[in-house]
């Protein structure tokens, strides 16, 4: 990127024109850069750090569920613990805790950390968590004391667990019932720096995003038609769905747990009537095939994917990664392919940068006469400089073009890193998890000497006075090599390893353009 900001560039060249009456001090430019390190150090460090432990508020009690048998609902996704109203310990068998680790993730595990789906009655009573059903032919079933029978029966597809509650009211009475689902976990803030998470809803077809620093502060309550309430960390998402119309969400914090529940309007039920109730749980990867495929059954899941600004250009990038991926089978490699076709596809555009810079370059001479010319007529000093531009057929900002396309495929590039499920715990060499930085901060110094030889080969060496602002920008410049491999030593090993390939493909694309050129 920085070789467009050389002291040639027409940037440069443009901005001296400006302030050719201006003397300027050698240590002006140094302080702005700092005071622009210093802002990104800070942005960086604020946005990747882990949020603050939530402080105590009202408890929530605890239910004593020691009375009520455990049984697991299987599939070949997942694996979770039923108990009375009550699904928890999902655990996924695709996935392992870290790469020095066999063990499967597991969401929802601990103390207290569980998905509630129940039913609340008007006319009759409704089993509670601490409701005892019978097992009956792989489903289960209770009944009241007014004679009403519900019938849970569970199944599961893929990380979805559909439960479809069955009433039939042989009380003699008419009744009503409203289904609710409600979502109990801790915070972990720790794994999910960069991206969006927190609680999640989906609010007449929009996605409502609650970080944890907020409910830390208060609640919030939302009413729609249908959609659906969880929470989502970096790579997991667990969200609950009530087949009904007429639905209220609340998202707060009791105690040391955060709740998100979610309560549809009641169903009336007529005496000798059945009515069945469908809840979809969705608890698994934020993969964005896999939440597609979840869409048929929770409408909106799969646009709770947080990908930046520059969504257009970070979902195609990410599935060109893993199409490129399914090819080579490393993440490394694959990011090395699609580094060198993302600046191919750039090759014309560097080109002309490059022609326009060599142009810049020669018409020098005749621009500081120029400037020394007419020195105090700034007027017709750009006069002069606009005919020269013409002249010579070239612009002062060419040269800076594929730096600004860059800048938003640098920030397309660093979401897609942060959300792919599949780049978690991907290996390449020497490191071990390519969305985390290098443990040993190889790639951040092959960077930043990349990036300074890059530098050196494509600025030629400073003509101008000392106090002139184009030479003063050129030796600050000289500092950004050291900035960059600073700031670069926290970001995810994959878009550092994504920059110095760039780095090299871009000096061997400047020695090609420079012999074509000759």
């Not at 409502?208 to 038609?225: F, I, M, N, Q």
């Not at 749980?281 to 909106?300: H, M, N």
Request: net charge neutral.
């Amino acid at each position: 990127m920085v070789q467009y900001m050389d002291k040639n560039s027409g940037f440069n060249m443009w901005n001296a024109n400006k302030n050719t009456t201006q003397k300027r001090s050698p240590f002006s430019g140094f302080l702005w850069w700092t005071l622009l390190f210093i802002a990104a150090w800070w942005a960086i460090g604020a946005f990747m750090s882990p949020g603050k432990t939530p402080t105590e508020t009202d408890s929530m009690p605890i239910t004593d569920l020691s009375s009520v048998p455990v049984s697991e609902i299987t599939s070949d996704k997942i694996k979770a613990t039923v108990q009375g109203l009550r699904i928890s310990d999902v655990q996924l068998n695709d996935f392992q805790q870290n790469s020095q680790s066999a063990e499967p993730v597991v969401l929802l595990g601990g103390d207290n950390n569980f998905i509630e789906v129940g039913l609340l009655a008007t006319g009759t009573t409704a089993p509670v968590a601490t409701s005892i059903w019978t097992p009956t032919d792989g489903a289960y079933s209770y009944r009241n004391s007014d004679g009403v029978e519900f019938n849970r029966a569970i199944t599961t597809d893929g990380y979805t667990i559909t439960i479809n509650d069955t009433i039939n009211n042989k009380s003699g009475a008419d009744i009503s019932i409203a289904p609710y689902a409600r979502i109990v976990r801790d915070n972990d803030t720790a794994s999910s720096a960069g991206v969006s998470n927190g609680a999640i809803a989906y609010v007449n077809a929009d996605v409502e995003d609650v970080a944890w620093t907020k409910l830390d502060k208060k609640s919030y309550a939302y009413s729609t038609t249908t959609g659906f309430a969880g929470f989502a960390d970096q790579y997991w998402e667990t969200v609950a769905s009530i087949a009904s119309p007429d639905q209220t969400i609340r998202i707060k914090k009791s105690g040391d747990k955060y709740t998100s529940d979610i309560a549809a309007s009641a169903v009336p039920i007529a005496s000798g009537s059945t009515v069945t109730i469908t809840t979809n749980l969705f608890a698994g990867p934020r993969d964005q095939t896999v939440l597609d495929y979840t869409e048929s059954k929770i409408a909106g899941i799969s646009e709770t994917i947080d990908y930046g600004w520059f969504w257009f250009l970070a979902r195609p990038m990410l599935w060109v990664l893993n199409g490129i991926h399914h090819i080579v089978m490393n993440y490394g490699v694959a990011i090395i392919i699609m580094t060198i076709l993302l600046r191919l596809m750039m090759w014309p555009l560097t080109r002309k940068s490059y022609v326009s810079m060599a142009a810049m370059q020669k018409m020098q001479p005749e621009m500081q006469r120029i400037q020394k010319l007419y020195a105090n007529d700034k007027m017709r000093l750009q006069m002069e400089m606009m005919k020269l531009y013409q002249t010579h057929k070239t612009s002062p900002m060419s040269g800076c073009l594929p730096m600004l396309i860059q800048i938003p495929i640098f920030f397309a590039l660093y979401k897609a890193l942060l959300v792919s499920v599949a780049m978690r715990n991907a290996h390449f060499l020497w490191i071990s998890d390519l969305s985390a930085m290098d443990p040993y901060f190889i790639l951040p110094i092959l960077m930043g000497a990349t990036m300074y030889l890059q530098q050196r080969l494509q600025s030629p060496r400073a003509t101008g006075t000392g106090n002139d602002v184009a030479a003063q920008t050129q030796r600050m410049m000289r500092w950004m090599p050291l900035l960059f491999t600073i700031m670069f030593a926290w970001m995810p090993a994959g878009l550092v390893l994504y920059w110095t390939v760039s780095n090299i493909f871009g000096i061997i694309q400047m020695q090609i353009i420079k012999k074509q050129s000759k």
